[in-house]
RNA sequence: AGCGGGGUGGGGCAGCCUGGAGUGCCCGUCGGGCUCAUAACCCGAAGGUCGUAGGUUCAAAUCCUACCCCCGCUACCA
């Protein structure tokens, strides 16, 4: 009997995405990822509330409608369209989906930064940098090159009144907190980078913006926009209901954040002091994930070397496609996309381990013409290794070692390769058939095992397995974690192959 | 420039924090086995002075120092 420590509550987020053109093959896997994890604590029971959505504020997106002749509202629309349909062509399992054009999330932010002015976090002064007029924008000093902006526009030194948050006030707090909370800054190689920048020393923060205009404005000032990132971060708290209802009582703090590296510095540094200074709980663990290069380099057009993910689930389906993202790259590395290791992986992986093993030992199962199908039958020693290894997974999962997770799953699958070669079944059929169908039945519980451990990854075929083993996926009953007689007396149904092989 | 990450058999990666025989995984190559299965599955072999040079240690891929090559980050870019 085995035991999984499982969290009552699981609160996983992706960041908002800023889209002012296509979904690419970033935005799939951040969200891929997430919905991997949401799945399976889903799977064990945990109440789980998964949450994605788009940033829809600021000045690119002003540029970008406007560069399409469209209204800011209808370019929005567009965009929202596609995201959700490609969500829904990854099966991407969502609880809530936010936009931070939403009423409600427009409320919240507002109630926040009028908490944090009343905190007196929030003052007024003055902004300085390289202004430029063409694009109504201040750069930075590596932006500007022989004083024109990354446009070529000229730019001038300007000075104007301004809204600053006090981050310097809460520096030594938040060096304390990640003393305190070794595992909130996640991978650990990510760790000293940031506890270096904010050993540096923390300026405050300009949260005020005059030249942008769509935003939420400052509510003690409509001259003012308030600055994006403070008003997307706070869409993790409006998206449950802050401050009074259910969900937000029962979800809150978040215990897992997704994001890219680029922008892990406003989730582990400007995040936990917003929180702090608006007295909310801070985030469990923020992970950064690494980037996708393609055909070992930086995608982009010119080398024609971009993946386009619609091409790819087309082409290939959904679970190749999910599975590959999940297994290639070392989760919260950097990883290559090959089109020639895709192919590989589906052969190799998908293909000649899991669906071959299906394929024969249903085949075998078949061939023993048993109308009542097979008594449940335990073989303790392979057992406890199968046993082991969902109890390593699991450690995988809370660990967040995802590449592992998917690796361990398939390792259970040689596993379950190499039981069938050695009790050689095709010998027993014919001169044991006692054995036989012991072998099956330990054969055929494995097969549901995998079934269910694969259920986060390869959201479609693993209800074709278990449809195959005669069992009724629908029924929650039937995905225990565990070697159980659920496979017992199941007539077995010889079906199509699982992945069919790739020819290259 | 500063800080951080990486350089491991032909290719792609783990391992390094908490030293213990170059350990492991996937692909490829070679040999064998099996015939239930999608030319799939199982076993075995070849192949690496673990970027370079020093140091610590009985013992270094792992710890320390220097150097070389690649890549990120350096904040209000949302």
Same mark, same amino acid.
């Given at each position: 009997?085995?035991?999984?420590?499982?969290?009552?509550?699981?609160?996983?987020?992706?960041?908002?995405?800023?889209? +002012?053109?296509?979904?690419?093959?970033?935005?799939?896997?951040?969200?891929?990822?997430?919905?991997?994890?949401? &799945?399976?604590? &889903?799977?064990?029971? =945990?109440?789980?509330?998964?949450?994605?959505?788009?940033?829809?504020?600021?000045?690119?997106?002003?540029?970008?409608?406007?560069?399409?002749?469209? =209204?800011?509202?209808?370019?929005?629309?567009?965009?929202?369209?596609?995201?959700?349909?490609?969500?829904?062509?990854?099966?991407?399992?969502?609880?809530?989906?936010? &936009?931070?054009?939403?009423?409600?999330?427009?409320?919240?932010?507002?109630?926040?930064?009028?908490?944090?002015?009343?905190?007196?976090?929030?003052?007024?002064?003055?902004?300085?940098?390289?202004?430029?007029?063409?694009?109504?924008?201040?750069?930075?000093?590596?932006?500007?090159?022989?004083?024109?902006?990354?446009?070529?526009?000229?730019?001038?030194?300007?000075?104007?009144?301004?809204?600053?948050?006090?981050?310097?006030?809460?520096?030594?707090?938040?060096?304390?907190?990640?003393?305190?909370?070794?595992?909130?800054?996640?991978?650990?190689?990510?760790?000293?980078?940031?506890?270096?920048?904010?050993? !540096?020393?923390?300026?405050?923060?300009?949260?005020?913006?005059?030249?942008?205009?769509?935003?939420?404005?400052?509510?003690?000032?409509? !001259?003012?926009?308030?600055?994006?990132?403070?008003?997307?971060?706070?869409?993790?708290?409006?998206?449950?209901?802050?401050?009074? =209802?259910?969900?937000?009582?029962?979800?809150?703090?978040?215990?897992?954040?997704?994001?890219?590296?680029?922008?892990?510095?406003?989730?582990?540094?400007?995040?936990? *002091?917003?929180?702090?200074?608006?007295?909310?709980?801070?985030?469990?663990?923020?992970?950064?994930?690494?980037?996708?290069?393609?055909?070992?380099?930086?995608?982009?057009?010119?080398?024609?070397?971009?993946?386009?993910?619609?091409?790819?689930?087309?082409?290939?389906?959904?679970?190749?496609? /999910?599975?590959?993202?999940?297994?290639?790259?070392?989760?919260?590395?950097?990883?290559?996309?090959?089109?020639?290791?895709?192919?590989? /992986?589906?052969?190799?992986?998908?293909?000649? +381990?899991?669906?071959?093993?299906?394929? /024969?030992?249903?085949?075998?199962?078949?061939? &023993?013409?048993?109308?009542?199908?097979?008594?449940?039958?335990?073989?303790?020693?392979?057992?406890?290794?199968?046993?082991?290894?969902?109890?390593?997974?699991?450690?995988?999962?809370?660990?967040?070692?995802?590449?592992?997770?998917?690796?361990?799953?398939?390792?259970?699958?040689?596993?379950?390769?190499?039981?069938?070669?050695?009790?050689?079944?095709?010998?027993?059929?014919?001169?044991?058939?006692?054995?036989?169908?012991?072998?099956?039945?330990?054969?055929?519980?494995?097969?549901?095992?995998?079934?269910?451990?694969?259920?986060?990854?390869?959201?479609? =075929?693993?209800?074709? *397995?278990?449809?195959?083993?005669?069992?009724?996926?629908?029924?929650?009953?039937?995905?225990?974690?565990?070697?159980? !007689?659920?496979?017992?007396?199941?007539?077995?149904?010889?079906?199509?192959?699982?992945?069919?092989?790739?020819?290259?």
């Amino acid at each position: 009997m085995i035991k999984l420590d499982i969290p009552k509550k699981f609160y996983i987020t992706t960041p908002i995405y800023y889209l +002012n053109g296509k979904l690419h093959l970033g935005h799939a896997y951040t969200t891929i990822v997430a919905d991997c994890f949401a &799945r399976y604590y &889903r799977l064990l029971g =945990s109440d789980v509330f998964f949450l994605t959505g788009t940033d829809e504020h600021g000045l690119k997106i002003q540029h970008a409608a406007l560069e399409k002749n469209m =209204s800011i509202e209808s370019f929005l629309e567009d965009i929202y369209i596609n995201v959700k349909s490609l969500w829904k062509e990854l099966n991407i399992s969502y609880d809530y989906f936010i &936009r931070t054009t939403d009423k409600n999330h427009i409320d919240t932010v507002t109630k926040i930064i009028n908490i944090m002015k009343n905190k007196g976090d929030i003052y007024k002064g003055f902004y300085e940098g390289y202004y430029c007029k063409s694009c109504e924008a201040f750069y930075t000093d590596k932006d500007i090159i022989n004083n024109k902006c990354p446009e070529g526009h000229d730019v001038f030194l300007e000075k104007e009144e301004a809204y600053f948050f006090k981050l310097n006030k809460y520096q030594d707090f938040l060096l304390d907190f990640y003393n305190k909370n070794p595992s909130f800054l996640k991978p650990d190689k990510r760790k000293n980078e940031i506890i270096n920048f904010v050993k !540096n020393g923390l300026d405050d923060l300009c949260i005020s913006r005059k030249n942008v205009t769509w935003g939420i404005k400052l509510p003690f000032d409509n !001259n003012f926009t308030i600055y994006v990132w403070l008003d997307a971060l706070f869409n993790y708290v409006s998206a449950l209901g802050y401050p009074d =209802s259910d969900n937000f009582k029962k979800y809150w703090p978040v215990d897992f954040q997704l994001m890219g590296k680029e922008i892990y510095r406003f989730h582990t540094v400007y995040w936990p *002091i917003f929180l702090k200074s608006v007295d909310l709980e801070i985030p469990k663990i923020e992970f950064a994930h690494g980037w996708w290069t393609s055909e070992g380099k930086k995608m982009s057009k010119s080398f024609g070397n971009v993946v386009y993910v619609q091409d790819y689930i087309d082409k290939y389906g959904v679970d190749a496609f /999910r599975y590959y993202v999940l297994r290639e790259i070392s989760f919260g590395e950097d990883g290559s996309f090959y089109k020639s290791n895709f192919i590989d /992986r589906i052969n190799t992986d998908l293909v000649a +381990n899991i669906g071959n093993l299906v394929s /024969r030992v249903t085949s075998l199962a078949i061939k &023993r013409n048993k109308e009542e199908g097979f008594e449940f039958y335990k073989d303790e020693i392979f057992v406890k290794i199968v046993e082991q290894k969902i109890e390593l997974i699991h450690s995988l999962y809370q660990s967040k070692e995802l590449t592992k997770v998917v690796s361990e799953i398939f390792t259970l699958s040689s596993i379950a390769n190499k039981y069938v070669q050695d009790k050689e079944p095709w010998v027993l059929l014919k001169e044991n058939v006692d054995e036989f169908d012991k072998v099956i039945y330990v054969l055929l519980e494995t097969i549901r095992i995998i079934a269910v451990e694969l259920s986060p990854i390869l959201t479609n =075929s693993w209800k074709k *397995i278990l449809y195959q083993l005669g069992i009724d996926f629908e029924n929650k009953a039937n995905l225990k974690l565990e070697f159980t !007689n659920i496979c017992s007396k199941k007539k077995i149904i010889k079906g199509n192959h699982l992945f069919e092989k790739i020819d290259n």
